[in-house]
T-cell receptor, first 113, second 115 residues
Framework: AQSVTQLGSHVSVSEGALVLLRCNYS??????LFWYVQYPNQGLQLLLK??????LVKGINGFEAEFKKSETSFHLTKPSAHMSDAAEYFC???????????FGSGTRLQVQP | DAGVTQSPTHLIKTRGQHVTLRCSPI?????VSWYQQVLGQGPQFIFQ???????GRGNFPDRFSARQFPNYSSELNVNALLLGDSALYLC??????????????FGSGTRLTVV
């Protein structure tokens, strides 16, 4: 079964610093991978997705992620953190048959002024 | 355009009771999926419905059931509520069954508290 592992349940950065959120996947077939963001008391918003086209994927709000097959990773980055980036971030992989998403346990991003 | 709408936004139920949660997908979307998000965890897949038929089911007990109506809205039903059913229930809609291609759009969820 496909799965994702998010390393670090909490990440704290200073405003203006690089954001790096880690995600590793486990899949026997080329996966579709996603990053979602969840603000307090809200649903999930899609940041970006990898669907086997370009390995470097650009998303909304200045985020991007790189698919690295050799490392089975799909880390999320943003060059300069903003206070408004504080939220919970989830990595997800589509399951076989592509009828559902399997989510990681999430990483809470704090941005310090 | 309205996004995915869920109702109610919050509710409190007693153990053993039954609950019905409702979801209206984005106009034109024919697929609705349900996810359970327990506090501090990632969402877990419960069901997918497409064209009014169940197309996928996660690892949840038979106390959980769902259906999709001709207008593509959906209900999630949970019987014999347990304290462990307390969670945020998320609905997601997509244009086609394979939502991974065009993306799933999530609603804001229903916060269920079982006491």
């Amino acid at each position: 079964a496909q799965s994702v592992t998010q390393l670090g349940s909490h990440v704290s950065v200073s405003e203006g610093a690089l954001v790096l959120l880690r995600c590793n996947y486990s899949s026997s077939v080329p996966p579709y991978l996603f990053w979602y963001v969840q603000y307090p008391n809200q649903g999930l918003q899609l940041l970006l997705k990898y669907t086997s086209a370009a390995t470097l994927v650009k998303g909304i709000n200045g985020f991007e992620a790189e698919f690295k097959k050799s490392e089975t990773s799909f880390h999320l980055t943003k060059p300069s953190a903003h206070m408004s980036d504080a939220a919970e971030y989830f990595c997800a992989v589509s399951n076989t048959g592509r009828r559902a998403l399997t989510f990681g346990s999430g990483t809470r991003l704090q941005v310090q002024p | 355009d309205a996004g995915v709408t869920q109702s109610p936004t919050h509710l409190i139920k007693t153990r053993g009771q039954h609950v019905t949660l409702r979801c209206s997908p984005i106009s034109g979307h024919k697929s609705v999926s349900w996810y359970q998000q327990v506090l501090g965890q990632g969402p877990q897949f419960i069901f997918q419905y497409y064209e009014k038929e169940e197309r996928g089911r996660g690892n949840f007990p038979d106390r959980f059931s769902a259906r999709q109506f001709p207008n593509y809205s959906s209900e999630l039903n949970v019987n014999a509520l347990l304290l462990g059913d307390s969670a945020l229930y998320l609905c997601a809609s997509s244009l086609i069954q394979d939502g991974t291609r065009d993306g799933y759009t999530f609603g804001s969820g229903t916060r269920l508290t079982v006491v």
